[in-house]
């Protein structure tokens, strides 16, 4: 039993202008700033997850892949501890998907293997939507936890 050892591996952190999902997503206009970062989860590790992460660039500023690297605990607590950023609701849609090969590289899976597509939208105070997340899920091995943070 226990609690497995997860782990955050940032691969990528990039600024962007938000197209027209992003736009709605996370309530902005088009081509307003918002910074996208690319991690992988690990358990015990394996990689089993990753994410694609969309945020909203003014209220992120500052956010670098050092200052994820550098960061130990969830990427919820980096949020609030250093952009004052706290989640308070999430909803979230689940549908099976087949691995792309870039994915299945990541993951260590074949490609085409079945994987959870989790698409995630949180939101803080005043229901203002802060995060957009993206993840692909290899459930071989696990069952789906939303406590991943």
């Known amino acids: 039993g226990g609690i497995e050892q997860s782990r955050s ?7 962007a202008k938000a197209g027209p999902e992003a736009a709605r ?3 902005l206009k088009l081509g307003d700033p918002i910074t996208i970062v690319r991690r992988v989860l ?8 990753v994410d694609e992460i969309y945020l909203p660039g003014e209220t992120f500023a500052g956010l670098s892949l050092e200052v994820l690297n550098e960061h130990p605990g969830s990427l919820y607590s980096l949020f609030e501890s250093r952009f004052g950023v706290r989640m308070i609701r999430a909803t979230e ?3 099976a998907v087949a691995a792309d090969r870039s994915t299945a590289d990541l993951l260590k899976v074949r490609e085409g293997s079945p994987l959870l597509s989790v698409e ?30």
Request: proline share 6%; net charge positive; glycine share 10%.
């Open 93 to 95: 849609r689940i549908r």
């Open 42 to 49: 690990e358990f015990a590790g394996k990689p089993v997850v």
């Open 120 to 149: 995630r939208i949180s939101y803080t105070y005043g229901d203002r939507p802060v995060e957009w997340r993206r993840g692909l899920y290899a459930t071989a091995d696990h069952c789906y936890l939303n406590e991943l943070g």
């Open 25 to 27: 997503v996370l309530g």
């Open 9 to 15: 591996v940032p691969l990528e952190c990039w600024r």
